[in-house]
């Protein structure tokens, strides 16, 4: 269930004023919000009796590739545990300048969220007490530019670039051709079956 937009409106208009942007998409309530309002609207929501959100669930970002001159959004998920009710916050981003501040202050969850989204969108977090990548290395980076990669970006090529993240060595490759040798031997496989090839070697 999501909170009613009346509801969210009468509560952040003191914020944001009476023109508050919403989008609603079957029956779930987005509210969109600039970043310099965004601490104040977040606090709003987790601090009211008629909201409590007191969980954020998650932080992501959408890349619109193709939108000038604002491509990305980032996400808040909020959840509210004793009214059990749902609400995303939308802060739109410019391409060249793509900083929100922290969550972290009003939720300690935010943490890792947004970790993850500077990792994989590039977002940077303003005044996040550890902000360093989640999944890649830290010296992820495209090897001819020097460029920082991040890989949930529309731009970046669907097969990856190769030499950006090379594999480690794999000491145990003889030990397996050996065994899938002596498999092959002991179970040749049907020639009709084309379910499952054994990569070349």
């Known amino acids: 269930m999501y909170i009613a937009k009346d509801t969210v409106a009468d509560l952040l208009s003191p914020i944001v004023g009476s023109n508050l942007e919403t989008y609603e998409h079957h029956g779930q309530l987005s509210v969109i919000v600039a970043r310099e309002e965004l601490i104040e609207v977040l606090l709003q929501l987790r601090d ?6 007191d969980q954020l669930l998650d932080v992501t970002a959408i890349d619109w590739l193709d939108r000038k001159p604002i491509r990305f959004e980032t996400v808040y998920l909020l959840y509210s545990i004793p009214l059990k009710h749902r609400l995303r916050v939308k802060v739109p981003i410019p391409a060249e300048d793509p900083v929100v501040p922290t969550a972290t202050a009003v939720w300690e969850s935010a943490n890792w969220y947004e970790r993850e989204t500077y990792d994989m969108y590039g977002i940077r977090f303003e005044g996040h007490p550890d902000l360093r990548r989640f999944y890649m290395p830290e010296d992820y980076v495209h090897p001819e530019t020097g460029e920082p990669l991040y890989p949930l970006r529309k731009d970046f090529p669907l097969m990856g670039i190769p030499g950006a993240a090379p594999l480690p060595d794999f000491p145990e490759r003889q030990l397996w051709l050996q ?21 070349a070697e």
């Open 48 to 53: 009211h009796p008629l909201s409590r959100f």
């Open 179 to 199: 065994r899938r040798q002596e498999y092959l031997e002991k179970h040749p496989p049907n020639p009709l079956d084309t379910s499952y090839t054994f990569p």
